[in-house]
């Protein structure tokens, strides 16, 4: 009995072990079920982000051949600058007002106006690490000064010297007082520059390291193929929107047209064919952006030769000019005919030029002695390349307009971008085309260029040299109320159409193509398109 006892008693302790086991794995299983379950949810809630999309913005423009604040003298290249570094002063993106940028707050002038005193922003830096202070705005203002590349008049022409008062304070002393200095400082000239890179005995054509200091840093730079930045970690203000830009080049507007609609790029800007806007515009798909521009077109004169060394002879074709034929035919009213070198939407702008007249270019001709059976013979020249295929279509509207009036025959001639700037300096092309982009939001800047006699309009191949211009031009540059310059710069405009170095023809709008999801672009007058505003939905 004690066996069989035993041996129930091992039978039972088998059963009871081997059903401990049962539940016990039964009940690992289950629990490690669901572990795994939350293991798998865990991950899933911690899996990475999907890696973001680049803003990619397409354009036609290229860079021009030096990368250097002291050289670059073009519209693209100074907008990659306002996007990777920053002035003392700055535009609100979207406006032409301008704000605190490297400055930590307004200058204060001297008394004489000559004297513009400068407090910086502290702890800022380079990409590559360089401390900014005020030793590296002398550096980089004494540089465009020393080497005299292209842009550097906007410097040169109008400060004497910069000072350095401490670590964060350096003072501008001007040769002259000037009541728009503020805007000339928002200018990339007089952006400041780090000395690892840009040294002050030579232009540097690209960087092997681009140190910035705005919103973007450059990342990657593949001339006329692309631009990769990234959001800047240092930069003192807001973060941008999008972290990575890419911008992408074109060879032309049709292969930029068709990679927005293939959905490879994100903007379309600068430039598409007039055409291809007109019909973009009607496509839901996109987004159409409008500005207007403060880019002007217009016809220049070398005043010191016959024929048109006669103002009369100048005010007569001036009166030739239809502009409502060249902003329709040429341009789908995607322009505006302009009547004033300053254009509109600017402070002081006034309608000096009266519109196309041909019966008061008869009349004035014909003071001049010429008719019908003896007209007024002129070259007008164009470039081909430089402002884009509707060139040749606006010059050929033009002859089109002043042989309209019976009295001048016009001979068409054209030159590519380098023989064109070499002719201002033979005297050769009487009548020719030209284009503007403001250099410093001021009527200053669509004025003395073209017609302050010396330096100024003899690099434009104008060479006009009138005394009375001349002083009118100065006494509104060192006015210091915006009253007072206003009234000289609306008699400026008026005494223009009497002297007509130039005559405007018309004033472009800007206009930008996004997909839907895009948000934020913002360009003003300035032309300034400041990247760090878009957001990609």
Not at 53 to 58: A, F, S
């Amino acid at each position: 009995m004690k066996l069989k006892h035993l041996i129930l008693l091992l039978v039972a302790l088998v059963f009871l072990f081997s059903f401990s086991v049962v539940f016990a794995g039964g009940g690992k299983s289950e629990s490690s079920s669901e572990t795994q379950k939350a293991s798998s949810e865990e991950q899933a809630t911690q899996a990475p982000a999907p890696v973001e999309k680049p803003l990619i913005i397409g354009t036609t423009d290229k860079l021009s051949g030096d990368v250097d604040t002291a050289q670059s003298y073009d519209f693209h290249t100074w907008e990659i600058f306002q996007n990777t570094s920053r002035g003392l002063l700055t535009y609100k993106p979207g406006t032409t007002e301008l704000e605190l940028g490297l400055a930590a707050e307004w200058p204060k002038v001297s008394n004489n106006g000559l004297e513009y005193t400068f407090k910086l922003k502290k702890g800022l830096k380079f990409s590559d690490g360089t401390p900014f202070n005020a030793q590296i705005v002398k550096h980089s203002i004494d540089r465009v000064i020393k080497l005299q590349g292209d842009p550097a008049w906007l410097v040169s022409d109008f400060v004497k010297e910069v000072q350095v008062i401490d670590d964060y304070t350096v003072k501008f002393v001007l040769k002259n007082a000037i009541g728009y200095f503020p805007s000339l400082v928002a200018t990339v000239p007089y952006f400041p520059v780090s000395p690892k890179a840009y040294p002050m005995d030579k232009i540097v054509s690209q960087p092997d390291n681009f140190p910035c200091i705005g919103p973007y840093i450059i990342k990657k730079l593949v001339r006329d193929v692309e631009i990769d930045l990234e959001a800047n970690p240092d930069y003192y203000g807001p973060q941008p929107k999008e972290k990575k830009v890419i911008i992408k080049y074109f060879s032309d507007a049709t292969n930029m047209r068709l990679a927005l609609e293939n959905k490879e790029i994100d903007i379309a800007w600068k430039t598409l064919l007039p055409s291809d806007i007109e019909d973009l515009k009607s496509k839901p798909e996109f987004n159409t952006i409008e500005a207007n521009g403060a880019y002007i077109r217009y016809l220049c004169f070398v005043t010191d030769t016959p024929p048109v060394n006669d103002p009369l002879i100048r005010k007569a074709i001036s009166y030739a000019i239809d502009r409502k034929s060249v902003a329709e035919k040429v341009f789908f009213n995607q322009v505006d005919p302009l009547y004033s070198m300053v254009p509109m939407g600017m402070w002081s702008h006034i309608d000096a030029f009266e519109p196309y007249n041909p019966q008061k270019t008869k009349e004035l001709l014909a003071q001049a002695g010429y008719n019908e059976n003896n007209p007024l013979e002129v070259p007008l020249w164009w470039t081909p390349t430089h402002y884009g295929p509707t060139e040749q279509d606006v010059a050929a509207v033009l002859k089109s307009s002043l042989e309209k009036t019976g009295v001048i025959k016009v001979n068409l001639q054209s030159a590519e971008w380098a023989s064109y700037v070499h002719n201002f300096d033979r005297h050769n092309m009487l009548l020719f085309l030209l284009g503007w982009y403001p250099d410093y939001i001021d009527p200053d800047d669509y004025l003395s260029p073209f017609a302050h006699s010396g330096a100024a309009s003899n690099g434009m191949g104008i060479y006009l040299n009138d005394k009375k211009m001349d002083d009118l031009l100065e006494k509104a540059a060192r006015a210091t109320t915006i009253e007072e310059r206003t009234k000289y710069y609306k008699e400026i405009q008026q005494y223009w159409t009497e002297v007509c170095p130039t005559v405007p023809i018309f004033q472009g709008k800007l206009y930008l193509i996004t997909q839907k999801n895009i948000s934020g672009v913002k360009v003003a007058p300035t032309m300034i398109f400041n990247y760090d505003t878009v957001e990609k939905k």
